[in-house]
């Protein structure tokens, strides 16, 4: 399984300025909902998250420590 | 597509004006679709038109002497884009590039000075649309000058890591600003500054803490 930015449905006005701004087109309006596909293609640039005017769009980070 | 009243309604410097008013305005303005990472203008460069975004994203930024590029923001359909620039009567402060396919809305500088000769309301407007920009921009000073985001983002990240067995928490760029009480742009560029100095790893989803002993004394240096 792929990570991929998540959504929120309920906070999502479908403006679709994500599907907009994504450049490997991961984000795609099905049955007039937002959805994210699984692609290798996504950097995790977070620039959906950055446009979502309603935050329902998010890209979460791990944080870890390395191990040495 | 050509310009249309009810958007020029959704505008700030033009929203409660009558119809008969936004008819008159109409002729003076001018749209414009451009694709995808066309620029719209260039820093430096003189601003002759104000431009309003009508649909899709732009990034404006700035570049320094050794081309690394700055994002001051990004544009939402709506916003005007250079309005500092046009009345301040200087060189464009930023660059602007599209970054979806997107339309604007374009007015020349002595045709606007025409609108706000003959329309003062919209003049009242633009200064209560630049007051809100000032007031944006004393934030971001207040964040750049008085407080040491990089150090508290350094901290947030040694706080919420996983360590071993111990799962650590998942955050976004808006959370972490919103916990080190600053912009999401802010924290962007602090996290790029860390990667920069090689203290932390940005892979895909993951941040990477590379030397936590660093980063700890960051925050001692910066707290």
Same mark, same amino acid.
């Given at each position: ?68 | ?27 003076? =303005? *001018?749209?414009? &679709? ?5 620029? @719209?203008?260039?820093?430096?460069? /003189?601003? #002759?038109? +104000? ?8 990034? =404006? *930024?700035?570049? &320094? ?5 700055? @994002?001051?923001?990004?544009?939402? /359909?709506? #916003?005007? +884009? ?12 930023? &660059? ?5 396919? @997107? ?8 045709? +606007? ?111």
């Amino acid at each position: 399984m792929i990570r991929m930015p998540e959504i929120d449905q309920d906070k999502c006005n479908l403006c679709a300025l994500c599907i907009a701004i994504c450049h490997c087109g991961a984000i795609v309006i099905v049955d007039n909902r937002i959805q994210v596909m699984e692609t290798e293609a996504c950097g995790w640039c977070t620039l959906c998250e950055a446009v979502c005017p309603t935050g329902a769009l998010t890209c979460p980070f791990e944080i870890t420590l390395e191990r040495r | 597509m050509p310009v249309e009243t009810n958007i020029l309604l959704a505008l700030p410097y033009f929203s409660g004006l009558g119809a008969t008013e936004l008819e008159n305005i109409k002729p003076m =303005l *001018f749209d414009k &679709s451009i694709p995808r990472g066309d620029m @719209i203008f260039m820093e430096g460069e /003189p601003a #002759e038109t +104000l431009y309003f975004l009508i649909n899709g994203i732009v990034k =404006l *930024f700035k570049t &320094s002497a050794q081309g690394k590029e700055q @994002i001051i923001s990004l544009a939402r /359909p709506h #916003e005007v +884009l250079n309005d500092v620039s046009i009345f301040g009567n200087g060189p464009n402060a930023v &660059s602007a590039q599209a970054m979806t396919p @997107i339309v604007i809305y374009g007015i020349k500088k002595d045709r +606007l000075e025409a609108v706000l000769t003959q329309y003062p309301q919209v003049g009242v407007r633009i200064i209560r649309a630049l007051s809100e920009r000032m007031q944006q921009l004393l934030t971001l000073i207040e964040d750049l000058s008085f407080k040491h985001v990089i150090g508290r983002v350094a901290k947030i990240l040694l706080e919420n890591a996983a360590d071993g067995d111990v799962p650590g928490h998942r955050l976004t760029q808006q959370e972490m600003a919103a916990m080190a009480g600053t912009a999401r742009e802010v924290v962007a560029r602090s996290l790029k500054t860390l990667e920069e100095r090689g203290l932390i790893r940005l892979n895909r989803h993951r941040i990477v803490v590379a030397d936590a002993d660093a980063l700890k004394e960051m925050i001692e240096l910066e707290p």
